[in-house]
């Protein structure tokens, strides 16, 4: 039994807008991966919506669903270790276990660390923050997922995204921000239970996040 390969697509004024971001992921982890690659097209038209694709054993399997309104989420430390998940495979039980954790806790979802303490994603959410007028993602090398939110961004701030090792002590002095295909950038208001620093650069990057050239 081969990967099974995931995308979260999301659909916009009937358009994806991020499908070639998608498309270039889900070549890179089959070719990795050695996963049979079948013609994948994403749906266009009708409602806004979130599509999902599975890939498998040489077939599609494609499900739909609404997207949820969020304006901000609430991240929680996992004291699971994250394992490494540099591709969007179908096993990921044990970050579907801390997700369930950290929910339990009021969390929109747990944010995990290496067994090092190094920060590397949340669950369903890459993170990143700003040092001043940079932002930063924890070194994908770490072995987060290569977000398709985050190849977007890279296109979107100029002079690129810079990759910085950061700890849980060190993220109180950050504004933090999430990404995902999905729902675009949203900031971080809440990081175990206490307020986080908010940014207005972040609103900013939210707005301009769909609004990509010739997709």
């Known amino acids: 039994m081969t990967d099974t390969l995931i995308e979260t697509v999301r659909i916009i004024d009937g358009r994806a807008p991020l499908w070639p971001l998608h498309r270039w992921r889900i070549m890179n982890s089959a070719l990795m991966l050695g996963v049979p690659l079948p013609d994948v097209e994403v749906p266009h038209g009708g409602a806004d919506r979130v599509v999902r694709i599975e890939i498998g054993d040489g077939q599609v399997a494609i499900t739909e669903r609404d997207v949820d309104d969020l304006e901000s989420i609430s991240l929680a430390s996992s004291p699971a270790p994250h394992r490494g998940y540099p591709h969007k495979i179908g096993a990921r039980a044990w970050l579907e276990a801390a997700h369930t954790t950290g929910r339990a806790t009021g969390a929109d979802d747990a944010l995990m660390f290496d067994i ?25 090398a770490l072995g987060g997922l290569k977000s ?9 701030v100029r002079g690129g995204l810079e990759e910085v090792v950061l700890t849980r002590d060190e993220m109180a002095k950050r504004s933090l921000l999430v990404c995902n295909a999905a729902h675009g950038v949203l900031s971080v208001g809440m990081l175990d239970g206490t307020p986080a620093v908010e940014n207005p650069r972040t609103i900013a990057l939210a707005k301009r996040f769909w609004v990509r050239p010739g997709a």
Do not use: K, Y
Not at 148 to 156: D, F, G, I, Q, T
């Open 148 to 156: 398709v939110a985050r190849a977007r961004l890279v296109e979107m």
């Open 116 to 140: 090092e303490g190094r920060m590397i994603e949340a669950t369903r959410w890459a993170v990143g923050w700003w040092d001043g007028e940079r932002l930063c993602f924890p070194p994908l």
